[in-house]
């Protein structure tokens, strides 16, 4: 039996991330425990992960010191942050971590990290190479009124939909402004909004590119979508990953306009809130981990065109004693 332990990284609300490993580790016949960290004992997903282990703040100095005891005392063999202000740490961490442990961390370069958690650095990286994006007002527009209703407007180093608004007019645009620190200023694109999950190994060969369509979002999550294996948009994607040289899995947002070209907006170096939407139907990003760790052929699954999956908010009891 092969064995492989992971620790998922402010692991949160991703009770269906964690049961994802956990039925990948059972059904791959894989010992080992899947270790949840947070900073908060009443996190969720920590009572779903065969041992719980709490961490200070990302901004703590004992932070890394801290994620390496983890590491060392539990034997993890890989390990998988899940927030977007947890990245940049472990990308210029990431030499640090592996060589004072036996495990492997799954984030993309400090380079990458730093382009995908930078609205303006995402922009230009996507204009440089002549893909497709909402025209990015510049400062010198602003000052002009070089612009034409509706804008979007969302912070620089944004995470969550936090601070994005449609701007409607001219008065929204001042105030939001005014609003939110360092803002991006974009053009309102049109057309089906899709988020896709690609998952690339860790010589940086993509695996797989699964679109869905977001047919309803709440606070920037998805709550109910679609697969939707578009060959333009899975062309388009597996066309940037390449020059773009991301590690592990990707999540990217954008439209498909009715031009039928591809606007992107963002890209998240880490497993996006729906994910687990995209591994039941059949891109199981866990499995092919285990596989990769454990040195097994990796079998990338047939993916379920058009299944349409339906989130929903669960609850659990903590006892205050509970161990």
Do not use: W
Request: aromatic share 8%; charged share 20%; glycine share 6%.
């Amino acid at each position: 039996m092969e064995h492989c332990n992971v620790l998922i990284t402010s692991c949160g609300r991703r009770v269906e991330l964690v049961k994802a490993f956990m039925q990948a580790k059972q059904e791959l016949n894989i010992s080992g425990i899947v270790v949840g960290a947070d900073m908060s004992k009443y996190a969720p997903a920590l009572y779903f992960c065969d041992k719980v282990e709490l961490v200070p703040r990302l901004n703590d100095s004992s932070y890394l010191d801290r994620l390496i005891e983890i590491i060392n005392f539990n034997n993890i063999n890989l390990v998988v942050p899940t927030i977007d202000t947890e990245l940049q740490l472990l990308a210029d961490n990431k030499d640090l971590i592996e060589s004072a442990t036996s495990a492997k961390v799954m984030i993309s370069s400090s380079e990458v990290v730093r382009i995908c958690n930078n609205k303006f650095l995402t922009a230009q990286f996507f204009k440089d190479n002549a893909f497709a994006i909402p025209y990015t007002l510049t400062q010198e527009d602003i000052d002009n009124k070089n612009y034409n209703f509706p804008l979007f407007i969302k912070p620089l180093n944004g995470s969550s939909s936090i601070n994005a608004f449609k701007v409607n007019n001219q008065k929204e645009l001042d105030f939001f402004i005014d609003y939110i620190d360092q803002p991006i200023v974009q053009e309102m694109v049109s057309g089906e909004e899709y988020t896709i999950d690609a998952f690339i190994d860790f010589k940086g060969n993509i695996l797989s590119v699964v679109p869905r369509i977001r047919i309803a979002t709440r606070g920037g999550e998805v709550l109910k979508g679609q697969i939707n294996l578009n060959k333009t948009i899975i062309s388009d994607v597996t066309k940037m990953l390449k020059i773009l040289k991301p590690i592990g899995h990707i999540t990217i947002q954008g439209f498909l306009g009715n031009d039928n070209i591809f606007r992107y907006i963002e890209i998240n170096p880490r497993f996006g809130g729906g994910a687990p939407m995209s591994i039941s139907a059949g891109a199981n990003t866990p499995k092919y981990l285990y596989q990769l760790l454990t040195n097994q052929k990796v079998e990338v699954g047939k993916i379920k065109d058009k299944a349409i999956f339906a989130r929903f908010d669960n609850s659990i009891m903590i006892e205050e004693n509970n161990d």
